[in-house]
């Protein structure tokens, strides 16, 4: 793919890549599938593809995360005495079987995924497909490796429980400090043993998913040679998680990047009221959703954005925005900045809830805790704690603790937390998250006097 050799401010980029023949030269195609009118039928998609830059294999722009398949309540129970969801596998497999009938050829997976249930089932979903009709991607869990042999083991079991010969592209997994890479792929040779694994043929492509700072990314590049890199991209972390200079690092090293969270981990699937409305009104058979994806596969050093569909309806929106894909135009840019200068008036809680946080030991369920918060801040029904308690406020304050325990089981609530700060170190967006809890805590107590 053809690279930017300069960097790009988030209106810059959408400038620089807002034209079709920008997308051609970057090796942007659409696969072959069914013309004419779309209708309701698998195969009416044109999916939009990206050359590797080093294969020529082409990857669907629209990349399937296998983090979120569809599930259902088991009689299991938990450590915590709760109900273990288990995958759906038949209303997973007829996702998966749209997904391939209308373009997407690009699956990502990982060890921790759905309790480590991920892999497997990705791996019996494909497993009637011809293996070089998709490509497949896992990543090393570079917490459990003790040594190389322990990283061996890892991976010879990935590939057991995946079903598979090998991987076409192989990450070590969540990057977020220097010691989290340092000890297991340096001190204990987790790297050398995947870079065999890459002469041997069983990874074709090697690189990291990452959540650290500048210094981090930089050390990381410099320190071994890396084919791809996954990073968090969307509208809101080009700018507040510097996502804009991991992006531009990327362009200027002819390094090509995967997306993951392009929707901020549902975040950004819907707005604040007034957000949405700016956006719908510009364009009203459009979902706020595909401005995002629209927005992160606008970017040309994208080789697919990852999206974690749980129903069909979040497929079908998501093949409509990359059918006959067109990137952000000047005037959309417009329109897309002032939905997001409306939608930071509202100070969210930055949470994707990927759950690296939980459990936690005193029962507090934090993603939940989070939500409500955040659902509350899209309503405009957070209280102001600092101004006149009148009748705006109790109509808040009533919204405000409705949401908050309808949507925090009791026994999982904020108050439950002793701030113990365990789980400071292990949210991958950097939140303070005992400090936000604590908030969340004396803010629920004050609104029940």
Known sequence: MAQEQRTMSRREAIRHIGFGTLMLAGGFTLATGCKGKNSDKPGKYVMAMRKDNVTGREVSLLGYGCMRFPTFETDELDNRGRKIKAIDMKKSQEIIDYAIANGINHFDTAWNYHNEKSAVAIGQMLKKYPRENFTLANKMPGWLITGPEKAQELFDEQLRRCDVEYFDYYLCHAISEKEGYDKPYEEFGGYDVLAKEKEKGRIKRL?????????????????????????????????????????????????????????????????????????????????????????????????????????????????ATFTNFQPLTEEERGVLDKAIAEYRRYKQIGCTACKYCMPCKYGVDIPAVFEAYNKCVKESNIPDMEGPRDAKFNKKKRAFLATYYNTVPEGARAERCISCGECQTLCPQKLNVPELIFKMKNMVKELEK
């Open 207 to 319: 690189g990291f998913s990452f959540h650290g700072d500048k210094e981090l990314f930089t050390y990381l590049l410099n320190k071994r040679p890396w084919d791809f890199v996954l990073l968090q991209i969307n509208y809101i972390d080009w700018v507040d998680q510097e996502a804009e200079f991991f992006y531009n690092e990327l362009v200027k090293r002819g390094i090509q990047c995967m997306v993951m969270e392009p929707l901020k981990g549902g975040a950004l699937a819907s707005l604040t009221p007034d957000a949405n409305e700016i956006l719908l009104d510009y364009a009203p058979d459009k979902s706020v959703a595909s401005w995002a994806f629209r927005y992160v596969g606008s970017l040309p050093n994208v080789l697919t954005v990852l999206s974690g569909m749980t129903k069909m309806e979040h497929l079908k929106d998501n093949l």
